[in-house]
């Protein structure tokens, strides 16, 4: 089992930044992906940004060039920085852990919402 924790949310205004964290306890050892996916209000839970234990990142085309995903695997802990927010990235942002990107028992954590005041 791997327990997932999300922080960081919060209220910015539109052309801040925000750093969502994600701190993974358990069976981390076993966890090779890890993913932020987002979920806005009426609408259906979207990948953001994903990444592999030594691999390249990879981000949705909406938030290319102002989001990062970064991992700290002493810490057992994923980071996504925001950038250049929009009221459209409005949503709770839910971290998500697997042995490998399309194999093994998915584990998520509550989720943080982010809401960005235009």
């Known amino acids: 089992q791997v327990q997932l924790v999300e922080s960081g949310g919060g209220l910015v205004q539109a052309g801040g930044s925000l750093r969502l964290s994600c701190a993974a306890s358990?069976?981390?050892?076993?966890?090779?992906?890890m993913a932020w996916y987002r979920q806005a209000p009426g609408k259906q839970r979207d990948l953001v940004a994903e990444i592999t234990r030594g691999g390249t990142p990879n981000y949705a085309d909406s938030v290319k060039g102002r989001c990062t995903i970064s991992r700290d695997n002493a810490k057992n802990t994923v980071y996504l920085q925001m950038n250049s927010l929009k009221p459209e990235d409005t949503a709770v942002y839910y971290c998500k852990a697997r042995q490998l990107i399309n194999w093994g028992p998915e584990y998520w954590g509550q989720g943080t919402p982010v809401t960005v005041s235009s």
């Open positions: 358990g069976n981390f050892f076993s966890i090779n992906y």
